[in-house]
């Protein structure tokens, strides 16, 4: 039962009863039914002496020898570094609350504070973690901050914190190289996220990679041994991780300098001159820097659309909309969503790979449909700036269009923006925003720059636009879906066009490092290049299709980051890069060609 005693609450239940004020009277049932400590304890040796009623005489001398090694009586804190105490957890629930509920009786004076922990060392054991809950402290501590001390925006990634008997000389976080074959990144992770019983927001990287192809790319991991995830490898199916260090920071968005692509073209008919002529146009003059089409995958630029003018509901439609060509039980369970707004009755249909969607849905669930802002706000981060980002691309995808038609892809005329370091044979992209200028009569005049010093903003608040037509055309498309780039019509700043930092984008791109061959097979199905799982596993192309009556071009090359190889395919055989154009090619029979090069 309840009672109002003395301004505070008392608990009352067989025996046990706690007044919530610090230093008022206290009496707490032990073991046999004793009581542990009459009054608030003051000093270590009180606390370790009642503790020893508890935990026994084994539990005393380690929160003894804890004590003393980190904390100062004097000055009532604790030495720096990562002080914890880890006791085995016992198997009895009762034995463990006692416990418990001696460090929030007690330990209040001292900071100390428990929780429960997975013994590592021991799976499926368990430990009870004993630590200070000192402000600032918590990422010292392994301890996530919860309420107002939650991350603001901007601020360091929280990661999963559950493995906490980690050694005190080992780095945080474990760098490994991730194979996969006909996946996307995220899916990739949340299998082996999965399976090691962690969180999404444990894994750190630097960029996606496509679903469609053979990919390989560096990942870190939050405080996981590189023994358990190496023993993944016998499970997992188009999968591999390898190449483990441990290491101080986790990757992040944006980290990533570049990626060395491998494509091969079948059904090539153009004679080895005209293939040869072709490769050198594009090494030369590069291609139009176009975000590809699978940045829009999924029609992500129309719930990016919503999400900037405030329309929470169309973008959550939109995102559980199903999608072309969509497995039955995934497109079954979004449509049932749709029709009944039934969040729960929709996740007990939705497989659970279908992480932005079935994140949303139990926020939805959760929420309902008053709190629309949270519901989305439940999607993982990533994905959430993925949606705003897509509606950017879309928007300079047909900036650049308009400005190459009217000014041609050769000519620098006076209000383009040009950038005024760096030139185009490094790899790296980042522009700073104050290398951008105006171009001037002078600057033209003078033919300071050339095309490939082109850039066109990525609309945000810290970037500048074209003072020619190309700049007020940003805005008259813009305005044509509905979005002002100068002001949001909400408050919500992730979802704002205003609330975005911006950035520039060349407009013309040129490969680096581009070597090409020519490969001849005989059979469609036919492998012709050896992916990193075939050299590990000793595994050779079939060299018998050497001499095959059919022939394909294997090129390679190095693009910067947010750079996609499908533009610079698309013009060397200038032909579509669609899905619905590629496919029209593979059931192309005979030797066909895939379009004209150069």
């Not at 804890?66 to 570094?81: A, K, V």
């Not at 600032?136 to 914190?161: L, S, V």
Request: include cysteine; charge should be positive; glycine fraction near 8%.
């Amino acid at each position: 039962m309840w009672k109002r005693c003395l301004g505070g609450v008392a608990h009352k239940d067989k025996g046990r009863e706690r007044l919530t004020r610090a230093g008022t009277k206290t009496q707490t049932q032990g073991e046999g039914g004793g009581d542990v400590q009459e009054g608030p304890v003051e000093t270590t040796e009180e606390l370790v002496r009642a503790f020893e009623k508890v935990a026994g005489g084994q539990g005393k001398q380690k929160l003894e020898d804890f004590l003393r090694r980190w904390y100062d009586e004097n000055t009532r804190t604790y030495g720096p570094g990562r002080c914890r105490l880890l006791l085995p957890a016992p198997v009895d629930r009762e034995e463990r609350k006692r416990i418990h509920q001696f460090f929030r009786t007690h330990g209040e004076p001292f900071q100390l504070v428990t929780d429960t922990v997975d013994d590592d060392d021991n799976p499926p054991g368990k430990m009870i973690r004993i630590y200070p809950n000192q402000k600032g402290k918590e990422e010292d501590q392994g301890r996530r901050p919860t309420g107002a001390q939650k991350r603001k925006r901007g601020e360091e990634i929280q990661f999963d914190y559950r493995n906490n008997a980690w050694p005190a000389d080992r780095p945080n976080f474990l760098m490994f190289t991730l194979y996969k074959e006909n996946k996307d990144t995220q899916d990739a992770l949340n299998v082996i996220g999965r399976m090691l019983r962690c969180k999404p927001s444990s894994f750190g990287f630097a960029g996606t990679k496509d679903k469609r192809g053979v990919t390989t790319q560096r990942v870190t991991l939050y405080r996981q041994k590189s023994e358990s995830v190496a023993r993944l490898n016998k499970v997992l199916r188009g999968i591999m991780v390898g190449n483990f260090k441990y290491v101080e920071e986790p990757l992040k968005l944006g980290d990533l300098l570049g990626n060395r692509f491998c494509v091969v073209l079948r059904g090539v008919v153009e004679s080895e001159d005209a293939l040869r002529e072709g490769v050198e146009y594009l090494s030369r003059d590069g291609f139009i820097n176009y975000f590809g089409l699978q940045r829009f995958s999924g029609g992500t630029h129309h719930v990016g659309m919503a999400l900037l003018k405030g329309q929470w509901m169309d973008a959550i439609k939109l995102i559980v909309r199903p999608k072309e060509n969509e497995r039955q039980e995934c497109a079954e369970a979004k449509q049932y969503f749709l029709d009944t707004l039934d969040a729960k009755g929709a996740l007990q249909k939705m497989p659970h790979f279908l992480v932005a969607e079935r994140s949303m849905l139990e926020g939805f669930h959760k929420y309902g449909e008053k709190n629309l802002v949270h519901v989305l706000s439940c999607i993982p981060r990533t994905l959430q700036m993925l949606y705003v980002h897509s509606y950017q691309s879309y928007l300079w995808n047909r900036v650049a269009t308009a400005r190459l038609e009217k000014f041609g892809s050769s000519a620098v005329v006076e209000g383009d923006l040009a950038c005024t370091v760096g030139d185009m044979s490094s790899v790296k992209t980042d522009i700073d925003p104050d290398q951008v200028r105006v171009v001037t009569t002078e600057d033209v005049q003078s033919r300071r720059y050339t095309v490939f010093d082109l850039v066109l903003p990525l609309p945000g608040n810290r970037v500048i636009y074209p003072t020619n037509d190309t700049g007020a055309l940003f805005h008259t498309l813009a305005e044509e879906d509905g979005i002002s780039l100068e002001e949001s019509p909400h408050k919500v700043k992730m979802f704002s066009i205003t609330g975005l930092t911006g950035a520039y984008r060349r407009i013309i791109q040129k490969p680096h490092n581009v070597e090409w061959k020519v490969l001849r097979y005989n059979h469609e199905n036919e492998d012709l290049t050896e992916t990193d799982a075939d050299k590990l596993r000793g595994r050779r192309r079939n060299k018998t299709a050497d001499g095959g009556e059919k022939r394909a071009l294997q090129l390679e090359f190095t693009l910067p980051a947010s750079c996609y190889a499908t533009m610079a395919v698309r013009e060397l055989t200038k032909a579509s890069s669609s899905a619905a154009f590629q496919k029209s090619i593979a059931l192309t029979a005979g030797n066909e060609a895939s379009g004209p090069i150069a």
